[in-house]
């Protein structure tokens, strides 16, 4: 098929999507908050970069009044991460999450392994007051200060998702609206995105019921448990990178997205493979058991730059991984970009 016939069906593929699919309720709020903050870096800032950082999983629901859902493993710590280097760099950051999963800042000290009462103390004296443990200050004072910084200077725009729909919605309407900025947006797409959903026409309004008659689903059925199954049909999602590099990005935009896989043998044919495909700049590949420590960059002029933290820098917190990633906001500015280099060092 020429490339030509594939913009043209993945964009009837989109357009279709968008017509049968509900929009979320929460799209209105989020343009208008977005059409502001881009219209007003662009007025006081009109230099600044502004990036689309996406992240966390999204969710397949399986009922329309939804009890139960498809899900994926991702927590959103490459995103939350790396929207913080990109604010670090002076970058105007959107960041498009699910909702609930990890933030900027705030992922130092949310979540089960980080609980932030474990970074508190009663204090010694009568005045009943609560002070942060003196072990955790310093780190405590500087993410604070960043926090204050991006706040103040109305630099992170936090916006949620919580479906595959959700987040394709949102998307359409964010790339939409970084069209006045062109080449000074960017766009980091590294959520966790489902290739399969259940159209909204196919889609139980109710809860899904154990048991034919519908009553009391889950205390034991009369079938056998072959007739008892629950068997699902999904749906693939159309290809939407395509329809964001060529209709929905702004012309000149730099469009990086990230690619999972399981397959250490798939990984870069894979990345190369969607280079190619979508004709956008950079993939960066990612294996789920070593992403945190690895990544290749996949560039289009043929480019295979793995970027891998040295054993003794890693942490359970991703550091050092973004700080390379780091190197593709650098190059931002030379784009379309040219990574050189090998093993880079945490500086
Ligand atoms: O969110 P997380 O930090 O747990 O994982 C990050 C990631 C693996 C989801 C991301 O780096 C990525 O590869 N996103 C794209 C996944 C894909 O659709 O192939």
Redesign the pocket.
């Not at 997205?257 to 896989?261: D, G, H, T």
């Given at each position: 098929m020429s490339p030509h016939k594939t913009t043209e069906s993945s964009k009837d593929a989109a357009a279709e999507y968008f017509e049968k699919n509900p929009s979320p309720k929460a799209l209105n709020s989020h343009q208008a908050l977005a059409r502001e903050f881009i219209q007003y870096h662009a007025e006081t800032s009109p230099d600044r970069r502004i990036v689309l950082v996406t992240?966390?999983?999204t969710t397949v629901p399986l009922e329309n009044q939804t009890v139960r859902f498809i899900d994926n493993?991702?927590?959103?710590?490459?995103?939350a991460t790396s929207a913080e280097y990109f604010l670090k760099q002076g970058y105007a950051v959107i960041f498009l999450h699910r909702q609930f999963?990890l933030l900027p800042y705030s992922r130092h000290y949310s979540h089960s392994t980080n609980c932030f009462l474990d970074f508190m103390d009663e204090h010694q004296d009568d005045e009943g007051g609560v002070v942060v443990r003196k072990e955790y200050q310093e780190k405590m004072r500087r993410v604070l200060e960043e926090y204050h910084y991006a706040k103040q200077n109305r630099l992170l725009l936090l916006l949620p998702f919580v479906t595959v729909t959700d987040y394709l919605f949102e998307l359409r309407a964010l790339a939409t609206l970084m069209h006045p900025i062109g080449s000074r947006a960017m766009f980091y797409?590294?959520?966790?995105?489902s290739d399969f959903f259940i159209p909204r026409e196919r889609m139980d309004e109710h809860k899904i019921q154990s048991r034919d008659n519908g009553a009391d689903g889950e205390t034991g059925g009369q079938g056998s448990g072959a007739s008892r199954q629950l068997v699902i049909n999904l749906d693939p999602v159309p290809k939407f990178l395509n329809t964001l590099v060529q209709s929905w990005a702004p012309k000149g935009s730099m469009i990086v997205?990230?690619?999972?896989?399981t397959n250490p043998d798939l990984l870069v044919a894979k990345a190369e493979q969607a280079l190619e495909r979508y004709h956008h700049d950079v993939v960066?590949g990612?294996l789920?058991t070593t992403?945190k420590w690895e990544v290749v960059f996949i560039t289009r002029d043929g480019g295979e730059h793995w970027v891998r933290v040295p054993k003794t820098r890693r942490s359970k917190s991703?550091s050092g991984i973004e700080k390379m990633i780091g190197l593709a906001e650098r190059k931002h500015e030379q784009h379309p970009i040219d990574l050189e280099g090998g093993t880079v060092t945490e500086g």
């Open positions: 992240s966390g999983g493993f991702s927590a959103g710590t490459r995103g999963s797409l590294a959520a966790a995105v997205s990230f690619k999972l896989e960066i990612n789920l992403r991703f």
